[in-house]
């Protein structure tokens, strides 16, 4: 009993190392795991943060385009050459665009090469443009796009959207925000570093000497390819391509900046140090190492208790980090208004992932807001405030496979009305007859402004004979209304209305077009009535 006894106490001290060695191997597995853990959260998380951010800010810029490339006043410019026009009637627009949203500059480009006007120097005077193979390349391709560039003055994010009259290209309009501009969006929305590099070579090839100095002192480093911004530290080339780079306990994360043509003119990224993290851990680690060699029980008690609540902490973390992936902000919220502080680093981590979160919530609704109101306006015909023919494109998904009916509406002699009172009056008479349409029609029935003076009204689950009914009754109501001019002058319009009753097969646009032929029919026996 005695031996037994004395041996145990002897080989103690081997069970005792045998154990710490056990404890310690499962405990950095752990670690490593979690690691490994972090990593994948933060490449997902990062992808996700500066391709959203780039994809919101490409499309936010596009539709801004968009709504100046269709506006009368910018078409009206180019077919009249009034650049002077473009100046006075969007001053008020640029500085907005400047000034809260940080475009540097909007530039319209008349075909092929001449600057017709741009908004970076207030000037109307035409300048031939040189080495701008994008914009032609946009006016010949008639494709909008957004892309990375590098221009005279800076690098960043353009949009490209050429100027349409009756399918031909007049030009096109471009502006953009600088890289710096983006890189500070994404800061906003996260705690670790953003950086950006770009590629020497094209930005002394297309930066005027000035601002390529200017840009080249900006930068922190700089190695055989790149400028380095706000990182001070070069990538090897190798990791570029592969999106991530781990050097000790930092973390990259590496996105493309692809021009027009695709090729890569530089990369934005996000560096996370995971330094301070685990220093915790390794201390938390080194002393359990002495005490468990001092009392045995106290190590195993301490290792136990150390390592569930680490686990809890780590659970906690990629649990909130989830959330926060899966934009449940909300949860988030509640989890921060009910959470007991722990009063030591954890606190720290839950405050920057409650910060986080905030954040991206803010930037996410403030960028939703933008995309709603600008895309609302590309769909609404800003004259008559009904929808205009852009938008009319894509009610074809929803009114897929439904029974509907087509009326195409046209005023008639519009353009003796336009000649004779002017176009003023001609704007006056498109809004009664909008209005009369409006004071017709249900709820559920669509209205579009289709050209000049015509106007299709969608009628879902209508047959042709109540189709037939309500046009009826819309031209006797316009024929029967007088329209208020000013200096006490009054006149009258009549319509002729056109009648399509979808039939099976049949898509949107071949309804619309036999509902037009009905019309002109309706215009060849005399105008002023209803033809089917």
Partial sequence: MRRNASLFFKLMPFFIILIIGITCILFIRMESKFEEEEEYRFKRSSYSL??????????WLLSQALILARDKAVKESYIYDRPERIKNEFSDFWGLLHKDFGVEE?????????????????????????????????????????????????????ASYPILVDQKVLGAISFGISIEKLANVLQSSVSEKVFYLLNKQVMKKNLDPEFFESWKKKSMKEDNLFYYYHLNETLPYQYLDEKTYKNGKNLFFIYPLEDYKGNIIGYIGVKRNYSFF?????????????????????????????????????????????????????????????????????????????????????HIDEMYGKL?????????????????????????????????????????HFKSVNDTFGHEVGDKVLKFLVNKIMDSIRIKDKVFRYGGEEFVILLPETSQDAAAKLAERIRKDVENSEINIGNFKKIKITASIGIAERRDGESIEEVIKRADEAMYRAKKAGRNRVSD
Avoid: W
Wanted: aromatic share 14%; with cysteine; hydrophobic share 40%.
């Fill in 50 to 59: 500066i391709s959203g951010t780039v994809q919101n800010c490409k499309e």
């Fill in 106 to 158: 909007l530039h319209f480009f008349k075909y092929p090469d001449e600057n017709f006007f741009s908004f970076s120097s207030l000037s109307a005077e035409p300048k031939i443009l040189k080495n701008r193979k994008d914009v032609v390349f946009l006016q010949t391709a008639v494709i909008p796009s957004s892309y990375f560039f590098v221009c005279k003055r800076y690098p960043g994010l353009r």
């Fill in 278 to 362: 685990f220093n915790y851990i390794y201390y938390i680690t080194g002393l359990f190492l002495v005490t468990a060699i001092m009392v045995i029980v106290v190590v195993i008690v301490l290792s136990f208790s150390q390592t569930k609540y680490l686990k809890n902490q780590r659970d906690t973390i990629l649990q909130l980090l989830t959330l926060v992936e899966c934009r449940r902000f909300g949860e988030v919220e509640n989890f921060y208004k009910t959470y007991i502080p722990t009063k030591d680093i954890f606190d720290s981590i839950i405050g920057k992932i409650a910060t986080i979160n905030k954040r991206l919530k803010s």
């Fill in 372 to 412: 709603k109101t600008t895309s609302k306006k590309a769909f609404i015909d800003e004259l008559t405030g009904v929808f205009n023919r852009y938008a009319l494109r894509n009610f074809h998904k929803i009114l897929d496979g439904l029974n509907y009916s087509v009326l195409m509406v046209d005023i008639d």
